[in-house]
């Protein structure tokens, strides 16, 4: 079993930047990745990464702004989050799941609690 525990969110100006963390309980295995859930939407696949560091996935909307990393020293995937937009409010969650695992909820057996992340002037 994995235990998450996310953590950075808060509230950011458009424009502005935001680096949410993710310590995990166990990760030397596992893909990591983060979801987002705003009011009335659907839950999306923001961002992956393969247990290596090397395989990344990046939702089309996020692609260019958001960057993904991992300490595996530490057990603690990163999200740094850059030019935010009001679009971007949501709940984000962290997520592992099993080699192969890519961006759909459904590939993703554990969950974190979730971090606030709203992007308002």
């Known amino acids: 079993q994995v235990q998450l525990v996310e953590s950075g969110g808060g509230l950011v100006q458009p424009g502005g930047s935001l680096r949410l963390s993710c310590a995990a309980s166990a990760s030397d295995y596992y893909v990591l990745g983060w979801f987002r859930q705003a009011p009335g939407k659907e839950r999306e696949g923001v961002s992956s990464i393969s247990s290596s560091g090397v395989m990344t996935y990046y939702a089309n909307s996020v692609e260019g702004r958001f960057t993904i990393s991992r300490d595996s020293a530490k057990n603690t995937v990163y999200l740094q989050m850059d030019d935010l937009k009001p679009e971007d409010t949501a709940v984000y969650y962290c997520?592992?799941?099993?080699?192969?695992?890519?961006?759909?909820?459904?590939?993703?057996?554990?969950w974190g609690q979730g971090t606030q992340v709203t992007v308002s002037s």
């Open positions: 997520a592992a799941g099993p080699p192969g695992a890519s961006h759909y909820s459904f590939e993703f057996p554990y």
